[in-house]
């Protein structure tokens, strides 16, 4: 049997992706596809490469052209390539190079905001994609705090290059400009406006994901993001308690009024493991996030437990995907940041129908 191009095409379209529900052919995922005597080779390009269908779909690939009568050898090739959402809105504000602006928000403080999105910054670049961090919160400036030894940011022309951190992530925050025990007492105007001038007058480059830190609440800051930008989407971070997921949904319905697609719930600090027994314990109530992602129709991203880990990594200026890389905190945050990166991919393809 000869083994032909169409052949090939044939076999892949049986491969469907989990997340977009489509058929890796139809979205475009096969490059460079070249048959002879029996050799195939292509180039399968993933939509993100903290996918958490990734192995599979490229097993599944693999396989499925192995299968095919006549086929001596495979030779196949993985890259990625990270579709952005509302690219003429980027190119009309002059910001071409940001596929992709991740908003964190939570209703209230204490919630592990600040944490969440460091880590989930961190896995995503960790993952092979271009990332940047941009700490919103003009009062209450952390992410300085939980990321140590990044530098600061540096003047070029009339931009402004951000600070790298590990991994190459690139990181803007009021905090780099200002000590730590000076106040900002700014009225909302100027809040508004500090928040403009870090998403225009950074040079962020060419970025896969820029995840915002909001500050807590519903203030100007959150406004002016929502407002001023086109978001691909928001995290909500909230703990388990009744109160907590309340405060949060005030959060979550204002983005929606306003327009932002909810990439889905976090629900941190949602128990705590024995170090003796192994027994869950929870503290703070139990599936809060959960159900509330249930109720409103949107996707549930992960639970984070109560980890020593996490809280000495933040004290620590070492974040847990840092510090401790292999451990069960780490895991979580990644397999959270593939949720993530999985739904941007599906808002992409929703938003280019």
């Known amino acids: 049997m000869t083994v032909t191009e169409d052949l090939v095409l044939k076999a892949l379209k049986k491969v469907i992706d989990p997340e977009l529900r489509t058929d890796i052919v139809s979205m475009g995922m096969i490059r460079d596809l070249k048959v002879q005597d029996g050799r195939v080779s292509f180039t399968l390009v993933l939509t993100t490469p903290a996918c958490p269908f990734n192995e599979q779909i490229t097993r599944q690939a693999r396989e499925a052209v192995e299968s095919i009568p006549g086929v001596k050898s495979v030779d196949m090739k993985v890259t990625s390539n990270v579709p952005s959402t509302r690219r003429t809105e980027m190119n009309m504000l002059n910001m071409p190079g940001l596929k992709n602006v991740v908003a964190v928000a939570s209703g209230k403080g204490g919630v592990g905001k600040s944490s969440l999105a460091v880590n989930l910054a961190l896995a995503l670049a960790e993952s092979g994609a271009e990332t940047g961090l941009l700490d919103a919160d003009m009062y209450g400036p952390t992410i300085p705090k939980l990321l140590k030894n990044i530098g600061f940011p540096q003047a070029a022309g009339d931009k402004v290059l951000p600070a790298v951190g590990p991994m190459g992530l690139k990181v803007m925050s009021i905090g780099l400009l200002i000590t730590d025990e000076t106040p900002v007492i700014w009225r909302g105007p100027l809040v508004a406006n500090a928040v403009r001038q870090m998403l225009s007058e950074i040079e962020w480059g060419e970025l896969d994901y820029l995840v915002v830190d909001l500050p807590p609440g519903t203030g100007d800051?959150?406004?002016?993001?929502?407002?001023?930008?086109?978001?691909?989407?928001?995290?909500?971070v909230t703990t388990p308690q009744a109160a907590a997921v309340t405060i949060a949904m005030k959060a979550l319905r204002m983005f929606e009024k306003l327009g932002v697609p909810i990439i889905g719930i976090v629900e941190n600090m949602s128990y705590y493991v024995c170090r003796k027994c192994g027994e869950k314990a929870y503290i703070f109530g139990k599936g809060g996030g959960r159900m509330a992602a249930e109720h409103v129709g949107v996707p549930f991203?992960?639970?984070?437990?109560?980890?020593p880990e996490i809280m000495l990594g933040g004290d620590?200026?070492?974040?847990?995907?840092?510090?401790?890389?292999?451990?069960?905190?780490?895991?979580?945050?990644?397999?959270?940041?593939?949720n993530v990166a999985g739904r941007v991919s599906v808002l992409a393809k929703v938003g280019t129908k």
């Open 316 to 338: 620590e200026g070492e974040p847990v995907i840092l510090a401790h890389p292999k451990s069960e905190a780490a895991n979580i945050l990644r397999q959270i940041a593939k």
């Open 221 to 236: 800051a959150s406004l002016t993001l929502a407002q001023s930008i086109p978001l691909t989407g928001v995290i909500i």
């Open 301 to 307: 991203l992960g639970e984070i437990p109560i980890i």
